[in-house]
């Protein structure tokens, strides 16, 4: 298993940028796909990016496509999320993931960090 911490978080206007990131521990991060999800009140939580381990493939939810950027550092063992021209509905908890090559699905999980876009 590995242990994610997650940091950048915060409130902002809506227009800014804000970058998200998020620690691992561990000295196999680079074998982990990562992922960003967020949630937001009352809502389930949702998939927002994914960067795999081996090509850096990028996958993004159609919400934030054109505005955030995964991208990772696997000698800082720290995965990023840029997050560009923000709207009030990108105001959610937002959480890291991991997901080793053989699992189905993420199975860890940061305890998250607070982005709120004011209007």
């Known amino acids: 298993q590995v242990q994610l911490v997650e940091s950048g978080g915060g409130l902002v206007q809506a227009g800014d940028s804000l970058r998200l990131s998020c620690a691992a521990s561990g000295r196999t991060f680079s074998l982990y796909t990562m992922g960003w999800f967020r949630q937001a009140p009352g809502k389930e939580r949702e998939f927002v990016a994914t960067i795999t381990w081996n090509d850096g493939s990028t996958n993004y939810a159609d919400s934030v496509k054109g505005r955030f950027t995964i991208s990772r550092d696997n000698a800082k063992n720290t995965v990023y999320l840029q997050m560009k021209t923000l709207k009030p509905e990108d105001t959610a908890v937002y959480y890291c993931?991991?997901?080793?090559?053989?699992?189905?699905?993420?199975?860890?999980w940061g305890q998250g960090t607070q982005v709120t876009v004011s209007s």
């Open positions: 993931a991991a997901r080793s090559p053989l699992a189905a699905n993420f199975h860890s």
